[in-house]
């Protein structure tokens, strides 16, 4: 009899252990659920706070803004400003320097004006006896042709290989060959004056070309067919405004 008032006093003691282990149990899962619901509610919390943390760092910025003296203000109001100088100061100093080389480019390349007058004078382009005079006025008798017709130049004795040399500065027009003067140079004067030089060889000088007087043009080449007879020779002649003019009125 004792034996099963034991076993029954046992059996409630387990019982009630039970019990009391689903209820801890229930307790524990509520808990849990709790903190899981908390943990929700604050990530969820923690998401929109951006919004509020921004604009108290607004406010902490205007705070420390005011909190500033004015002369610190001022100071840093200076800095930017000398930052920003620095800056716009570079570009103009590049670009000035730019300009300045274009300004040299365009000085250098400056081509010279040319003028001639009535009043100019030329020199000799050889040194040579003339054996046929400008004559415009009345005709001459040419040798070879053994005809006589007026003569626009001054037909210059010489010998094959002389030097001839430019009468007066000028620009190069242009360098041709005809059949009655051979190789022939032309060198504008200015004012719409001209010189023209045949019966040339080795020409030095090429259209464009700018001349002083007394710089080398070319050579006495043989004479072409229509001064055989007449030898070697340089043909010179003036125009102005494309009509003849007498080249002994320039020469001094």
Sequence with gaps: MHTQKSYLTAGVIMLVAVIAMAGAYQREKKNAENAQ????????????????DTTS???????????????????????AQTDTTGISQTDPVQGSTDTTALNSQVQTSEEPVMHFSASDTISWP????????????????????DQYKYNPALIIAGAVNDRVTAAADGQVIGVDTTAETGQTVTIGLGDSYQAIYGQLKEVEVSAGDYVKQGDTIGYLAEPTKYYSVEGANLYFSMTKEGKPVNPMDYIR
Excluded at 63 to 79: C, F, G, I
Excluded at 126 to 145: H, K, Q, R
């Design 37 to 52: 619901n908390e943990a929700v509610a604050l990530a969820e919390n923690d998401w929109v706070e951006p919004e509020t």
């Design 57 to 79: 760092t607004g406010d902490e910025t205007q705070e420390t803004m005011a909190a500033q003296t004015p002369e610190s203000q001022v100071s840093d109001n200076l800095s």
């Design 126 to 145: 050889l040194e040579g006896d003339v054996i046929l005079n400008y004559s415009m006025d009345s005709s001459v008798y040419f040798a070879t042709l």
